[in-house]
């Protein structure tokens, strides 16, 4: 059964999730190809002009909407709640469409994504999206095969939450987190 009305996050007390922007302090300066900027400031750059602003996952054989979101500058600095109905745990595969926004150019725009129930991992993806051009609102798509071995809702519902790294290239650019209640 889809659910088509917008569900919005909203932020937890949890203040442990990565503030935007945060670098790697292992990280040495290195400066950009033919710039002044170090790679790092760039980052920083690029970071101060990226937004998230809405994601929606569809049921990717029929189409239906499951769920959907618009999102804040909070996004990068608190750990947020979403919820989501547990029929998309029934889904043979799930559509994923993130729209995002970038002032800046992006070479090599990518996501690294844990699932993590209290910790640990359960899934990771590494999604590239690629080049994105300056001054653009971009729509991403991916699809979500589900796994055979499925954990009821019940059991994983609040103790899963989504880590989303933003990167271009190797560059770190921002992290999410959002923890999931089914309902």
């Known amino acids: 059964m889809s659910n088509n009305s917008p569900s919005h996050l909203s932020p937890t007390t949890d203040k442990t999730a990565d503030k935007k922007p945060v670098l790697?302090?292992?990280?040495s300066p290195r400066k950009a190809k033919n710039s002044e900027e170090t790679a790092e400031e760039r980052a920083l750059r690029i970071s101060a002009g990226f937004k998230l602003n809405s994601m929606q996952l569809r049921d990717a054989d029929s189409g239906d909407m499951l769920w959907k979101a618009n999102f804040t500058e909070e996004i990068f600095t608190t750990e947020q709640t979403a919820k989501i109905p547990s029929t998309v745990l029934d889904c043979r595969a799930v559509s994923?469409?993130?729209?995002f926004y970038s002032?800046?150019?992006i070479k090599g725009f990518h996501i690294k994504q844990h699932v993590l129930m209290e910790g640990a991992i359960l899934e990771e993806w590494d999604v590239w999206f690629g080049f994105v051009m300056p001054n653009s609102t971009n729509s991403w798509q991916t699809t979500f095969y589900s796994s055979p071995q499925k954990i009821p809702a019940e059991m994983i519902s609040g103790k899963v939450v989504i880590e989303t790294s933003f990167f271009d290239g190797n560059?770190?650019?921002s992290t999410s987190k959002v923890r999931v209640f089914y309902t």
Do not use: A, D
């Open 24 to 27: 790697s302090p292992s990280k």
């Open 96 to 99: 994923r469409e993130i729209s």
């Open 171 to 173: 560059e770190f650019l």
């Open 103 to 105: 002032r800046e150019t």
